[in-house]
């Protein structure tokens, strides 16, 4: 069975500084979907980056990046110049690529604290 | 603002009732999904439809259905109420049933079971 684990529940970061955030998954299929969302206190689900497992390159959106590492099967997610407004629990999850009525697997969440 | 919408956005009722959840995707999509985010099992992933048709099934009780309508909105029905399904239930949308396709979550239904 697919797992996703984030061991850091809690992390915070300095204004304009970086974090990263871990992510481990378990799993016996090669073709697979990663994605880092952010729920900030609103409650709103955001996808922030996502990677396609049969992509070696490293997904990047403006200050987002990921490590993607297949074999060690960890996807970790790196901030860079945090802001304020970065605050926000992270989820970490996993889905087959082949959608053939397989499920969604989240993390249990890294709650990212900003200190100004 | 996702374009997602959904309502109630606040749904207060007693154990053993039965709750109807709506969801309007956004212009465009075909895809609807639905998950559950509790303090005891986190977020999880219910069930998702597309275009009208259920395209993949996660950790969602017997107690739960839900069906897609064929103007796209979709409706998550929880009968028998416990304590337990107490949550805040999301639905999302996206224009493809790939799990590829972006996904936009709407502002979620907060379900409290008294």
């Known amino acids: 069975a697919q797992t996703v684990t984030q061991s850091q529940p809690e992390m915070s970061v300095q204004e304009a500084e970086t974090v990263t955030l871990s992510c481990t998954y378990d799993?016996?299929?090669?073709?697979?979907?990663l994605f880092w969302y952010k729920q900030p206190p609103s409650r709103q689900m955001i996808l922030v980056i996502r990677q396609e497992a049969y992509k070696q390159q490293n997904a990047t959106e403006n200050r987002f990046s990921v490590n993607f590492q297949k074999a060690a099967k960890s996807f970790s997610l790196k901030i860079s110049d945090s802001q304020l407004g970065d605050a926000a629990m992270y989820f970490c999850a996993y889905r087959r690529r082949p959608n053939t009525g397989n499920q969604f697997y989240f993390g249990t969440g890294t709650s990212l604290t900003v200190i100004p | 603002d996702s374009g997602v919408t959904q309502t109630p956005k606040h749904l207060i009722t007693a154990t053993g009732q039965r709750v109807t959840l709506r969801c309007s995707p956004r212009s465009g999509d075909l895809s609807v999904y639905w998950y559950q985010q509790s303090l005891d099992q986190g977020l999880q992933f219910l069930i998702q439809y597309y275009n009208g048709e259920e395209r993949a099934k996660g950790n969602i009780l017997e107690r739960f259905s839900a069906q897609q309508f064929p103007d796209l909105h979709s409706e998550l029905n929880l009968s028998s109420l416990e304590l337990g399904d107490s949550a805040l239930y999301f639905c999302?949308?996206?224009?493809?049933?790939?799990?590829?396709?972006?996904?936009?979550f709407g502002p979620g239904t907060r379900l409290t079971v008294t």
């Open positions: 999302a949308s996206s224009v493809g049933g790939d799990p590829g396709y972006e996904q936009y």
């Open positions: 799993t016996s299929e090669s073709d697979y979907y």
